[in-house]
């Protein structure tokens, strides 16, 4: 250690310092001397407390536990203001803090604050007196350096935590230089330059929102009182931590208010903000303010013009359109917007979302643009111009306008701007824009025919239609009422449907018979066929041939509508005709949504004459042009068809394979009410093919799937099938917690029925005899006399008492003799069958055996005759008739059954007691080897017993003897003590 005196001057003025202590190397003299003690306390726990009332982010709290064990340095924790980073960090830094010995250091870099943000060369002057550092270096260069050093010397590994930084800029410099110290930063920004690990935060699940509430006040009983309330509190609040947080707060505040009070203040939009406030401080739009002030002035304008979009999300190019600039340049200042997190990604790339009460903020910033409603014309006119240049693309197959390179980029664009479409066009109708209105609801026209979203289609028609009259378009007036009844009826609504056409038809009237005319005609014949008016359909259609003035695709159309009023009067023949005839004119491009959805309407009029197969091909043909072009719902239609048409011709694999790619054909990420129904689908058929295990997991996904949407009657199937599922991967516990949701869901739609078919299914699985008469009760209530007598022979499987089992079968066969289920009445004769033989009532055995053999042969039902001969067959052996039973046992054996062990078992017997010991053997021997094959140790008994009586029969009694023990260990293991003590009176009677 040296020690330097205090400096003091001489005579002259020099200065003169004692030095005292061993000096090694060099020393160098200097007016001033700095010098860095080691003595000062350093302040390594500043770490805040954790939030008491933190809730969920279990697996981002993986990940930085994960990042932080890494080896990776420094960890950005980024995401909009008010979704809970600091939150986050400073929890996830107090479950790390054994990993970190040497300390923890916490700064607040201010780096949104209007006071202004904390400058790298203030934050080290901070982190160094923090680590015991008494004197600063003046500069940042000598303090970055400092701070390095400091931290190169600290042995045992240190956490700095920089929460609110804003940009990469204000934490370089106070990165460590060595490896074992961790950095966590948290930002709005995503600081995508720093060479960190990224974690993007996003808002709180429904649920955890909920949980949250619940927290902050104390668990005091009003979420549990209004849970419908509290996750529409949480749904308000857009699930950002900062909002629920103050929602929460102001409850705690009003012990008394109850939560649906606060809810009905939250649901205006246009003050929702205000209300988001608690005291002085705690305010959402304060927390959105800070972020919007840190915008450079091309980033706050978009921002604000973002603001007067009224759609779901938005694209660059309506977003340039918006701003007046060029679509790079828009495209820029969105990535810059979303990189500070007041955007967000939105689907698929080139889209953007804002958070619910972000998207407020716009709206309210929005309201102070200059250009305000010149932009919403620029914004407007985007849309007339290319919706009708995507329209073109679907009419056509080609450039018509600009706008799009190809088919697939403008099916592109509307799909992912239909969310927004009918917002568009109201906002439009509302403002009184007559023109844009009219103009945008008609560019749209034949794009959005073909994706269907029919109810949306219709109310723009209607707006569209009011417009047109505004305008005083007397000519567009009728191709509208159209369009609307077109729609109508694609919605079921015929009267509607009837009304709009009728309204068109005589408005056009007094015109020539043309294209108008004729296409009005067109659509009111399938009002007509809908009517039951088969033959003024013809008439209409008949005469909308007669003009030779068509629009593209009418008259393929007009062959298309005679095909369907054929069809429903009976002419399936007639219907292929006129289908084939609209195929062959079709003079439009081939490569087109609309040819080949003529494609699989002519594979439907194949099928409707009874050639599935040419349907087949024909669909073959329609999927191929709807992946040429990249029409991902036509593929689905067509898809869906297919797996429809190959299951008609038990082509069951094929079927299989269409459903899976119907199904993988959407994204992980979709949550979209068709996906839900695909993948049900798919999970249905999984289950019918035996596929059991993945069964499960995608019944689960639809079960979840549907959940999500709040479909009631989807999940309810969805648990409903899981559950069988679970039952033959043999997780019984899983199959009863979904067949109770099952029934819970089925019960809350008012589907009594589908409930009873559960509790039956619950009956089963549980062998709970009081289920199963719940369910009877129900059925033979509601005179479902087939569900009663499926019913009847649950119950029969279940009861214990012999007598009891074979009343409650022939119950049910009664039942089936009546309605005339013979492929049932089968089944259930054997299963009597089989009750009698096992009361000893051999006759009666063989009796309803012999039914049942007639029966299955007569309907050609190998499986179950197989299973008839086999139990005709034993109760043969019972009565003795040794001969008929090797012959009705042959039967059974020929046409292959699962119960080959049982039918050798009984040959073997037979033969055995006819004194043919070699066949009986033989029988007996490959019985016993397929019970220890399968795992049978009941059958595997009752075969060594009847080999042993075999070796009496052949006079060797000390093999009958061994067979005989053996047979009793076998049987005792398994738990069949009666089988055993047979075994054991029969080895008595040996000696």
Same mark, same amino acid.
């Given at each position: 250690?040296?020690?330097?005196?205090?400096?003091?001057?001489?005579?002259?003025?020099?200065?003169?310092?004692?030095?005292?202590?061993?000096?090694?190397?060099?020393?160098?003299?200097?007016?001033?001397?700095?010098?860095?003690?080691?003595?000062?306390?350093?302040?390594?726990?500043?770490?805040?407390?954790?939030?008491?009332?933190?809730?969920?982010?279990?697996?981002?709290?993986?990940?930085?536990?994960?990042?932080?064990?890494?080896?990776?340095?420094?960890?950005?924790?980024?995401?909009?203001?008010?979704?809970?980073?600091?939150?986050?960090?400073?929890?996830?830094?107090?479950?790390?803090?054994?990993?970190?010995?040497?300390?923890?250091?916490?700064?607040?870099?201010?780096?949104?604050?209007?006071?202004?943000?904390?400058?790298?060369?203030?934050?080290?002057?901070?982190?160094?007196?923090?680590?015991?550092?008494?004197?600063?270096?003046?500069?940042?260069?000598?303090?970055?350096?400092?701070?390095?050093?400091?931290?190169?010397?600290?042995?045992?590994?240190?956490?700095?935590?920089?929460?609110?930084?804003?940009?990469?800029?204000?934490?370089?410099?106070?990165?460590?230089?060595?490896?074992?110290?961790? /950095?966590?930063?948290?930002?709005?920004?995503?600081?995508?330059?720093?060479?960190? /690990?990224?974690?993007?935060?996003n808002v709180l699940g429904d649920d955890d929102a909920t949980v949250l509430i619940d927290t902050v006040l104390g668990a005091d009983g009003r979420v549990r009182a209004e849970p419908e309330a509290a996750a529409t509190l949480g749904r308000l609040c857009g699930y950002l931590p900062l909002a629920v947080r103050i929602a929460a707060s102001i409850l705690a505040d009003d012990v008394a208010m109850p939560i649906s009070e606060l809810v009905d203040a939250l649901r205006g939009e246009a003050t929702r903000l205000k209300e988001l406030?608690?005291?002085?401080?705690?305010?959402?739009?304060?927390?959105?303010?800070?972020?919007?002030?840190?915008?450079?002035?091309?980033?706050?304008?978009?921002?604000?013009?973002?603001?007067?979009?009224?759609?779901?999300?938005?694209?660059?190019?309506?977003?340039?359109?918006?701003a007046e600039v060029s679509e790079r340049e828009a495209r820029r200042t969105l990535d810059e917007l979303r990189r500070a997190h007041m955007i967000l990604v939105g689907e698929p790339r080139g889209w953007f979302r804002f958070h619910d009460l972000v998207r407020l903020h716009a709206v309210d910033e929005s309201g102070a643009l200059p250009d305000r409603d010149a932009a919403i014309r620029r914004m407007l006119r985007h849309y007339a111009r290319t919706g009708l240049a995507a329209n073109s693309w679907v009419l056509y197959n080609d450039r018509r306008y600009d706008g799009f390179d190809s088919l697939r980029e403008a099916l592109d664009w509307f799909e992912a701007e239909l969310p927004s479409l009918r917002a568009v066009v109201t906002l439009t109708h509302d403002a009184g824009y007559h023109d844009l209105t009219r103009e945008i609801a008609f560019g749209f026209t034949t794009i959005w025919a073909n994706h269907g979203h029919t109810e949306d289609f219709v109310e723009v028609q209607r707006m569209a239609l009011a417009a047109t009259r505004a305008l005083g378009d007397s000519q567009r007036v009728p191709v509208t009422l159209r369009n609307i009844g077109r729609s109508l009826l694609a919605m079921g609504d015929v009267a509607g449907a009837d009304a709009a056409l009728t309204e068109a038809s005589y408005l056009v009237a007094a015109l020539p018979y043309g294209a108008e005319r004729s296409s009005i005609d067109t659509h009111l014949a399938l009002v007509r066929d809908r009517q039951d008016r088969c033959d003024e359909a013809i008439e209409l259609l008949n005469r909308a041939l007669t003009t030779d003035d068509h629009y593209i695709g009418m008259l393929p159309a007009i062959y298309a509508s005679l095909s369907i009023v054929h069809r429903h009067r009976g002419d399936p023949v007639a219907a292929l005709h006129f289908r084939q005839q609209a195929t062959d004119v079709y003079d439009g491009p081939k490569e087109s949504i609309d040819f080949a959805s003529h494609l699989a309407d002519l594979a439907d009029a194949h099928a409707g004459t009874g050639d599935v197969q040419k349907a087949v091909e024909v669909l073959g043909d329609a999927l191929a042009v709807m992946r040429n072009i990249g029409f991902l719902p036509g593929q689905r239609d067509v898809l869906w068809r297919l797996a429809g048409y190959h299951a008609t011709l038990k082509q069951y694999d094929l079927q299989l394979r269409y459903l899976r790619a119907r199904a993988g054909s959407f994204t992980d990420g979709d949550r979209s009410a068709q996906r839900a129904e695909a993948v049900l689908e798919l999970g249905k058929c999984l289950y019918r093919n035996r596929i059991y295990d993945e069964a499960v997991e995608v019944l689960r996904l639809s079960a979840e799937l549907h959940a999500h949407l709040r479909v009631v009657i989807g999940e309810a199937h969805s648990q409903d099938w899981l559950s069988y599922a679970c039952r033959d991967v043999e997780d019984l516990a899983s199959a009863e917690v979904a067949a109770r949701r099952a029934l819970e869901l089925y019960r809350q739609a008012g589907r009594d029925d589908d409930a009873a078919h559960v509790t039956r299914g619950l009956g089963n699985l549980r062998q709970d005899v009081a289920e199963l008469e719940i369910a009877l009760d129900h059925f033979r209530t509601k005179g479902l006399r087939l569900e009663e007598a499926d019913t009847l022979r649950d119950i029969a499987r279940v009861l214990s008492d012999r007598p009891a089992r074979i009343r409650t079968l022939s119950a049910a066969v009664e039942i089936l003799r009546d309605l005339g289920e013979p492929a049932r009445l089968a089944n259930a004769l054997n299963a009597l069958s089989n009750a009698h033989a096992n009361d000893e009532d051999h006759a009666g055995a063989e009796a309803t055996a012999r039914e049942a053999v007639a029966l299955a042969r007569e309907l050609g039902l190998a499986d179950e005759e197989a299973l008839a001969c086999l139990r005709l067959g034993r109760a043969l052996v019972k009565k003795g008739d040794h001969a008929g039973a090797i012959e009705s046992l042959g039967r059974a054996l020929a046409h292959g059954t699962e119960d080959v062990s049982d039918i050798h078992y009984h040959l073997g017997v037979a033969h055995r007691e006819r004194g043919d010991l070699d066949r009986a053997r033989e029988h007996l021997t490959t019985a016993l080897d397929l019970d220890r094959r399968d795992g049978m140790p009941r059958s595997e008994g009752l075969s060594l017993c009847e080999l042993g009586k075999l070796s009496q029969a052949a006079g060797d009694l000390t093999e009958a003897r061994r067979l005989g023990a053996r047979s009793i260990e076998v049987l005792t293991a398994a738990g069949e003590t009666t089988a055993a003590d047979n075994t054991r009176t029969w080895l008595d009677s040996l000696s």
């Open positions: 250690m040296i020690g330097i005196s205090s400096g003091r001057t001489n005579g002259v003025g020099d200065t003169h310092n004692e030095l005292h202590g061993d000096v090694h190397g060099v020393l160098y003299q200097a007016r001033t001397i700095n010098v860095f003690g080691e003595h000062a306390v350093p302040a390594l726990m500043g770490l805040p407390r954790p939030e008491p009332a933190f809730t969920g982010r279990a697996t981002e709290l993986a990940r930085l536990a994960a990042a932080l064990r890494g080896g990776d340095q420094a960890v950005v924790v980024s995401g909009l203001g008010g979704v809970g980073k600091s939150t986050l960090v400073i929890r996830a830094a107090h479950d790390a803090l054994e990993q970190f010995p040497g300390g923890v250091l916490f700064l607040n870099l201010h780096g949104y604050s209007p006071e202004g943000r904390v400058e790298p060369a203030d934050a080290l002057a901070t982190l160094l007196r923090d680590l015991g550092t008494p004197q600063i270096p003046p500069t940042p260069a000598g303090r970055e350096t400092l701070y390095r050093s400091v931290l190169a010397k600290r042995t045992e590994p240190i956490l700095i935590v920089l929460d609110n930084a804003s940009s990469s800029e204000q934490v370089r410099p106070l990165l460590p230089g060595v490896a074992r110290h961790r /950095v966590l930063v948290t930002s709005r920004h995503t600081l995508g330059d720093l060479g960190a /690990v990224h974690i993007d935060l406030v608690y005291g002085e401080d705690l305010a959402v739009r304060n927390a959105f303010d800070l972020s919007f002030r840190r915008l450079t002035a091309t980033q706050q304008r978009m921002f604000a013009l973002l603001g007067l979009h009224p759609g779901a999300q938005i694209g660059f190019r309506c977003a340039a359109a918006l």
